[in-house]
Every structure is written in structure tokens, then in C-alpha cells.
């Protein structure tokens, strides 16, 4: 809501939310859905994530398409794309925190070959906000009152 670029508010946003649904295609079709913390979100359009070479997340994101999902108080957003492994071990060193050494062991380093990237290349997001608490409230109200529609929101949808 308001005047910034649409792309520029939806990354802004993406890289605060730090905690994303990240959601893969199993090779049968089957979806799976976890939390993944986001390492970055790149002006261009493309997520990281950092995740084990052996876990479901670096097999099922190859080269398929991907959802990534985050809600942040009173923003929503869906974000597609494809996801790809990648291995660098110079970005895993730029994305290497002391949480990130807590998730993967005490010992562990951005070196270790079985800690990949997992990439996703955006091609299109939808995300809504709304005013927040008083000002859905509001929209609700005075719909009921007139007998018009409520629009506590906006919507916008996005392409990289």
C-alpha cells in the first residue's frame, strides 16, 4: 500500500519476514511444505535458503517449480518460482551466522559439502496488506452499514 515499487515493497518485505514456508514438488507430485529461513532476498528476485545436501528440500527444489510463502501481521504473499542447488561455498559464508551454526552443529562451517543452497528464481508473487486491525474493522463496518462490499486490503500481483 502506498507509492514504492511493487517488486522493491515485496523484497523489503520478504527479507524482514527472516522465517518463509517454503513449498516443493515431490518427484510424484506430492507437495511438501516447511519452514526455511530466508538467507536473502536479491533486488533481481532471487531467495535463499540454506539446507543439507541429503534433505528432502535440496532434492525436491532442483529444477521444479516452487512456492515460497511468508505472513507477517497484516502482510500475506505468495511468491512462485523455480528452485535450483547451489554450491558456493563463498555465499554460504556471506549468509553463515551463529544461528545458522546452531541449526546445522556445533562445529559445522559454510565449507561442509553436505550444506547446500537451495536458489529460487522468482517469476511471479502476489501479496496483500491491510490497514491493520482498527482500519479492517472500519471497511467491515461501513460495509455492513451501507450494504456495499468490504475492501480491507489491497492486492497486488507481481512479475520478475
Known amino acids: 500500500m502506498g507509492h514504492k515499487d511493487p517488486r522493491t515493497h515485496l523484497l523489503e518485505k520478504l527479507e524482514k519476514s527472516n522465517v518463509c514456508m517454503l513449498t516443493t514438488s515431490e518427484a510424484d507430485g506430492t507437495l511438501t511444505t516447511r519452514p526455511m529461513g530466508l538467507q536473502k532476498a536479491e ?79 522468482v517469476e511471479s508473487a502476489q501479496y496483500w496488506e491491510s490497514p491493520g486491525a482498527v482500519g479492517t474493522a472500519v471497511e467491515l463496518i461501513k460495509a455492513k452499514v451501507t450494504g456495499g462490499e468490504a475492501h480491507p486490503g489491497e492486492s497486488t500481483t507481481v512479475q520478475f
Open 43 to 121: 533486488e533481481t528476485g532471487t531467495l535463499w535458503f540454506m539446507t543439507r545436501a541429503a534433505s528432502d528440500v535440496a532434492s525436491d527444489a532442483s529444477q521444479r517449480p516452487v512456492n515460497v510463502s511468508v505472513q507477517d501481521k497484516d502482510f500475506w504473499a505468495s511468491v512462485a518460482g523455480h528452485g535450483q542447488v547451489v554450491r558456493d561455498d563463498a555465499r554460504k559464508k556471506e549468509f553463515w551466522n551463529p544461528a545458522t551454526e546452531a541449526f546445522f552443529g556445533e562445529g559445522s562451517s559454510p565449507e561442509d559439502p553436505q550444506i547446500v543452497l537451495v536458489r529460487v528464481d
